[in-house]
């Protein structure tokens, strides 16, 4: 049976043997968005024509017995950076709002079309991605569905609460310095943050040049690894989802320590246990200069989002969410030897961690802290010490960021809790090794992204 | 580099003065506190010694588009 709760791949499956019709899935997506978002906040607009034009364009084609591609008939959304032709590319602000809509769509959403998914529209995020929260001062917070109270992650915060809710099995978000890998922490969900450069960018809305990835949230290892491989390039690298089935039997694991071992709550560590033991691993790696790598991604993103909003905040400073404003501002004024030192570290640092990856083939750290923090929270206490929430939830996405690495960050199920997630870390190219290690533990039963259940009122 | 005696203040208002950019008194506070914060995160990464060969990350690559 194909309900909300069901995973891409099955709904593919279902569209392509003709047990439910693309639309029907279509219309009972759109259905529930309009009936439950207005709780949580996940969408900025819903594009329903156009999705059950498409959707009819599946149906259409598995009428005809022709291959309506892997990805058949999903619903899928996208983080509102992405161009949709005919809607203005809001990337969260308000100062977007009033840019002409967009021309075309962005190729990853043009290459998701073309493996027959079907898209229902734009997702809430965090002023110009520069945010951790999911907060939005303009357009509300995108809510966390298994505690609407609490923060979703940003700044793909609308992708997470998207995903999480069974609007959609599958959202796109980008991820600068942790904005899919935070969200899909707090939601209890699968992220892949890709090797930096692996899928095109063209037609989004830029946050910081030197570290902007785009990728997707997801319930299971292997629907993200079919989205993947959709949105590759036709001549990159060989397919992921073969090879998902091989397990992690053979693969060197080892635990991230030292810096990725201490100022988060116990929570954050207990998950990178409960996976390391599931996996047999039980070496830890230094990873050398993780917080000057912290402070390098810092200064670089600062930096060129500032230089990327000089103009604006020139001319149109009130019009941004404060909190984005004064970043910026600050940002915009950053000597350039901070700046050209960082990039130099950021080569230093790339380096060192590659000889890492010729001992081991994958290295396992916390994603977030701490799980999901109330909405509006200002400062929270790790490890004994009080410290402002926004700009650290990002402790332990931004030191592999910097280089690029490609991530899966897996949801790590807390019996009566909130979920968490973490980090499985490998070499550039090599998102085929992170998303064996995810697919294992979810097999084994140790990660596992169902749909929230609405306990609280946004479901009722 | 930065150091403890870096002045966000009037490093604010002459880099506001070289960028053009009129910063509204409400907004000064939080400039500077920014400033400040960035100053003192930058001292990591500036006070790091790195040898003369090491080059910047980014690659520019000729004939390439922007992706």
Redesign the interface.
């Known amino acids: 049976m194909i309900d909300h709760a069901s995973g891409a791949l099955q709904i593919a499956s279902a569209v392509k043997g003709g047990t439910v019709s693309a639309v029907e899935v279509a219309r009972a997506a759109l259905f529930r968005i309009g009936a439950l978002d207005a709780h949580l906040g996940a969408f900025t607009a819903v594009t329903a024509e156009r999705a059950l034009g498409e959707a009819a364009a599946v149906d259409a084609r598995v009428r005809a017995g022709g291959d309506p591609g892997p990805l058949a008939g999903v619903p899928f959304a996208v983080k509102n950076l992405f161009d949709i032709k005919g809607l203005p590319t809001l990337a969260g602000s308000r100062i977007n709002a009033g840019h002409p809509p967009a021309g075309a769509d962005a190729d990853l959403i043009r290459r998701l079309n073309d493996a027959g998914a079907v898209l229902v529209g734009a997702l809430n995020m965090g002023e110009y991605a520069y945010d951790f929260t999911g907060e939005n001062s303009h357009y509300g917070p995108s809510r966390n569905p298994h505690d609407p109270a609490r923060m979703s992650g940003g700044s793909s915060g609308g992708s997470g609460t998207a995903v999480a809710a069974g609007f959609v099995p599958l959202a796109l978000g980008s991820d600068t310095n942790g904005s899919i890998r935070v969200p899909s922490s707090f939601c209890g969900l699968f992220g892949l943050k890709p090797t930096f450069?692996r899928l095109?960018?063209?037609g989004t809305f830029p946050f910081c040049?030197?570290l902007d990835h785009l990728g997707p949230l997801g319930r299971s290892a292997a629907d993200l690894a079919s989205a993947y491989d959709a949105m590759q390039e036709p001549q990159a690298a060989a397919p992921v989802s073969p090879v998902l089935g091989q397990g992690a039997e053979g693969l060197r694991i080892a635990v991230a320590g030292d810096y990725f071992a201490r100022g988060a709550d116990p929570a954050a560590f207990e998950a990178v246990a409960k996976v390391a033991e599931a996996l047999g691993a039980r070496e830890t790696v230094v990873v050398p200069?993780a917080?000057?790598a912290r402070?390098?991604a810092?200064?670089i993103t600062?930096a060129e989002g500032g230089n990327l909003h000089?103009d604006r905040?020139?001319t149109q400073?009130?019009d941004f969410d404060?909190a984005t404003?004064?970043?910026l501002?600050?940002?915009?004024?950053?000597p350039a030897?901070?700046y050209?030192?960082?990039?130099?570290?950021?080569?230093?640092y790339?380096d060192r961690v590659m000889e890492l990856f010729s001992r081991v083939d994958v290295i396992l750290a916390p994603a977030t802290p701490c799980t999901a923090p109330p909405i509006g929270q200002r400062t929270m206490v790790l490890d004994g010490v009080e410290m402002l929430v926004r700009p650290n939830i990002g402790i332990f996405t931004q030191p592999l960021s910097l280089?690029g690495l490609p991530v899966v960050a897996v949801p790590v199920r807390r019996p009566g809790g909130l979920p968490i997630g973490v980090q499985v870390v490998a070499a550039p190219g090599r998102e085929d090794l992170a998303l064996r290690v995810a697919a294992d533990l979810e097999a084994k039963g140790v990660c596992k992204a169902p749909v929230a259940r609405g306990e609280t009122s946004w479901e009722r | 580099m930065p150091d403890n005696t870096f002045d966000a203040e009037s490093h604010v208002d002459h880099m506001a003065a070289a960028l053009g950019l009129a910063i509204d008194p409400d907004y000064r506070p939080g400039v500077v506190a920014n400033m400040a914060r960035t100053a003192e995160i930058a001292r990591l990464v500036t006070e790091f010694p790195l040898p003369d060969g090491v080059e910047l990350a980014p690659a520019f690559r000729p004939g390439e588009e922007s992706r």
Do not use: C, K, N
């Open positions: 450069g095109s960018r063209q040049f030197s200069e917080a000057r402070a390098a810092y200064v600062t000089l905040l020139r400073a009130a404060p404003r004064d970043r501002l600050a940002g915009a004024m950053v030897s901070w050209l030192q960082a990039q130099r570290f950021r080569r230093w790339h280089i």
